[in-house]
């Protein structure tokens, strides 16, 4: 195997036998070969082929049953592949199933010892790092217990602990983080940042778009066991939420046009630098530069237009005119950072709908969600929208983010039966951009409007 790759995925399959009774998987011990078969082959995995780049991270996302964990176990070696072949180049750390590994009869140190042997060290390396992972895990005097006694919430910790202090080449983690509170999954993300940046592989399995999105460097999406498509974290995980919201009778020509739409070489966004006026948009002349004379200094930029724009399928609501504009009503999207604007959007109800309320999303270019809002709570939401009405929501907002681009979302959300599901969203349907500030003092993402004070307290020592 070429040492530029920690894992490479070749043709792999897996199946495994269902029986519709006990008694026939007996019958089929006695009954052995081709002439009689007492089970129907359940398909886990079917020529599945990906390769994974040392010190890359790869998400994995899909629904339940898509065949994620089987991936993962056979990556691990704790499957035998049907068909096809997995090639693993380098010391396997994993974190598959709650306790895996761990005997409920033994304490936690003693499963300390025991799971450290299984991924390789020695007694004395694990003596070595005992303290250290004692003190990750933070389960105190129960680590003289019988790991039977413990939370699924400590099972977690300990297991983890072991994991990350084993100085793992490939780390495995299949969604096991979510029983964790969150200060411990803030914890355990920051480690795997350090793994990260000491240069190991990571493989993530997570429900969380977030996490993906953040976390990743690229990422598959899974469905029955087939893989559907690969690509950036942003592409992948978005046409896995249009696949596991679609409506029931759409589900499979959504999945079959995922399937035929690979990640093409185009960028998220293009902007041409023009400097237009919203009334001038219909005007053929689109070269012309208007010049914006509001106070916040604001204006729009015609290329400023996304590229990864997504749909659902809409029930009855159709979306239409998203955009940003300032508290006089002009239309923007080259935005300074501090002033108040406006996103805005029509929404169309071609037919009647119940229980309806509203709601937008702000995210970086990597799609990390850094902040959003619904137009009022389930109870308050609008009992009832008429067929052919037109509502334009706005949400006004402070622009407190660093300078760079920004996608929005838009969404409907109704009633339909007994449950609440999106009438229309909309990914990606609009972006903008804020402007460099060199007065700006804050740093990374978010401006808290923290303001410092120095003051002199005296001196170190007295001066003469």
């Not at 929501?393 to 109704?414: Q, S």
């Amino acid at each position: 195997m070429s040492s530029e790759f920690a894992i490479r995925v070749d043709g792999l399959a897996k199946s495994f036998p269902v029986y519709s009774k006990p008694y026939h998987r007996l019958m089929q011990m006695v009954t052995p070969g081709p002439k009689q078969r007492w089970f129907r082959e359940f398909q886990a995995l079917r020529d599945v082929s990906f390769s994974v780049a040392r010190g890359e991270t790869l998400g994995i996302v899909g629904r339940n049953g898509s065949g994620k964990s089987t991936l993962l176990q056979l990556i691990c070696g704790t499957l035998t592949p049907s068909a096809g072949c997995v090639e693993v180049n380098g010391r396997i750390a994993a974190l598959l199933e709650l306790g895996a590994g761990f005997n409920p009869e033994f304490t936690g140190r003693e499963n300390v010892f025991l799971n450290g042997a299984v991924l390789g060290l020695e007694p004395d390396e694990i003596r070595q790092r005992f303290d250290e992972i004692a003190a990750f895990a933070e389960i105190g005097e129960f680590m003289e217990q019988p790991v039977k006694s413990y939370s699924s919430g400590m099972y977690v910790r300990l297991a983890f602990a072991v994991a990350i202090n084993v100085d793992p080449e490939i780390l495995i983690i299949d969604e096991a983080l979510s029983v964790g509170d969150e200060a411990f999954q803030r914890k355990c993300f920051a480690r795997i940042n350090k793994i990260k940046s000491n240069g190991a592989t990571v493989l993530f399995v997570s429900h969380s778009a977030g996490a993906v999105t953040e976390l990743c460097d690229r990422a598959v999406l899974l469905d029955h066991g087939e893989l559907l498509v690969q690509g950036t974290p942003k592409f992948v995980v978005s046409r896995y939420h249009k696949m596991l919201y679609a409506p029931a009778d759409r589900a499979e020509s959504i999945r079959e046009a995922i399937r035929g739409h690979q990640e093409g070489d185009e960028p998220d966004f293009v902007g041409t630098g023009t400097v237009v006026d919203a009334d001038a948009l219909s005007d053929t002349d689109t070269d012309a530069v208007v010049e914006c004379e509001d106070d916040n200094d604001a204006y729009f930029d015609e290329g400023l237009v996304p590229k990864s724009t997504l749909s659902y399928d809409a029930i009855g609501v159709s979306i239409e005119d998203a955009r940003i504009e300032t508290l006089s009503g002009r239309r923007v999207n080259v935005l300074k950072s501090g002033n108040r604007y406006v996103y805005a959007y029509d929404a169309h109800f071609h037919s009647a709908a119940a229980a309806v309320r509203f709601g937008m999303l702000i995210k970086t270019v990597t799609g990390l969600e850094i902040g959003g809002a619904q137009s009022a709570t389930l109870e308050d939401a609008l009992p009832v929208v008429e067929a052919g009405s037109v509502l334009n929501v706005r949400y006004e907002f402070r622009c407190m983010v660093a300078p760079g681009p920004y996608f929005m979302n838009a969404g409907v959300l109704g009633s339909v039966g007994e449950a609440e599901v999106y009438l229309n969203r909309q990914i990606d349907v609009a972006m903008f951009r804020v402007m460099p500030d060199p007065q700006r003092l804050a740093t990374a993402l978010v401006d808290f409007e923290v303001r410092p004070t120095i003051a002199y307290s005296g001196f170190g020592t007295e001066r003469k």
